[in-house]
């Protein structure tokens, strides 16, 4: 009943920036928090940054800090994932997610997108 899709994955050369993109659909879709996680080749699973529906609380992981921002379009129902200055390390699939569990505990999340790949170049 309820869908997540991400869009804007793709190649960048270090330094460049992406714009990632998650829309939910369904009849009831709406949840007070969505984020981000990401897991690069051979690693876990990790957060990358959540905001609340209220736009009050924004989170983004120390290490993307000054580079990464997020936002949503509540009308839209869509969150984004501004990537600034990327980095060969930001190299990941990155998966949006809706629930309390968004900031921070998958075991919380309601629902994942498939993901979308993100891969930066040296």
């Known amino acids: 009943q309820v869908q997540l899709v991400e869009s804007g994955g793709g190649l960048v050369q270090a330094g460049g920036s992406l714009r990632l993109s998650c829309t939910g659909s369904?009849?009831?879709?709406?949840?007070?928090?969505m984020g981000w996680f990401r897991q690069a080749p051979g690693k876990e699973r990790e957060p990358v940054g959540c905001?609340?529906?209220?736009?009050?609380?924004?989170y983004v992981a120390d290490s993307v800090k000054g580079r990464f921002t997020i936002s949503r379009d509540n009308a839209k129902n869509t969150v984004y994932l501004q990537m600034n200055s990327l980095k060969p390390e930001d190299t990941a699939v990155y998966y949006c997610a809706a629930g309390s569990g968004a900031c921070g505990n998958p075991s919380q999340v309601d629902y994942w997108g498939e993901g979308t790949l993100v891969t930066v170049s040296s």
């Open positions: 905001i609340t529906w209220g736009k009050v609380t924004t």
């Open positions: 369904g009849r009831t879709f709406g949840w007070s928090t």
